[in-house]
Nanobody, 120 residues
């Protein structure tokens, strides 16, 4: 499966953005999809993931919502109440296990990231 993330941009603190992850390949609905982000000088961290269940990282819980449209082979990340500390490159990844996990090592396929910049 190939993945491409898009939808990033510049937004003021308190604003919203919607990221999308478009996938190509078969059996998209069997994959778990995760969003990860990496801020400058920091390690990549888990943001959210979805399979039959949804999980969100503590830092984005109640602000970010992950959803998927299997008919369109896309996963979206709705980001509300954005903060400057949300600034990072966001990328999506797919796990053939079908289970949404926090562990980056569980994901075999990675797309290129999209930059989100939140100004104060």
């Amino acid at each position: 499966v190939q993945l491409q993330a898009f939808g990033g941009g510049l937004v003021q603190a308190g604003g919203s953005l919607r990221l999308s992850c478009a996938a190509s390949g078969r059996n998209f609905d069997t994959y778990a999809i995760g969003w990860f982000r990496q801020a400058p000088g920091k390690e990549r961290e888990f943001v959210a993931a979805i399979s039959a269940s949804r999980y969100s990282g503590d830092s984005v819980k109640d602000r970010f919502t992950i959803s998927r449209d299997n008919a369109k082979s896309t996963v979206s990340l709705q980001m509300n109440s954005l903060k400057p500390e949300d600034t990072a490159v966001y990328c999506c990844a797919a796990s053939s296990s079908g289970f949404a996990k926090v562990d980056q090592g569980s994901y075999e396929y990675w797309g290129q990231g999209t930059l989100v910049t939140v100004s104060s």
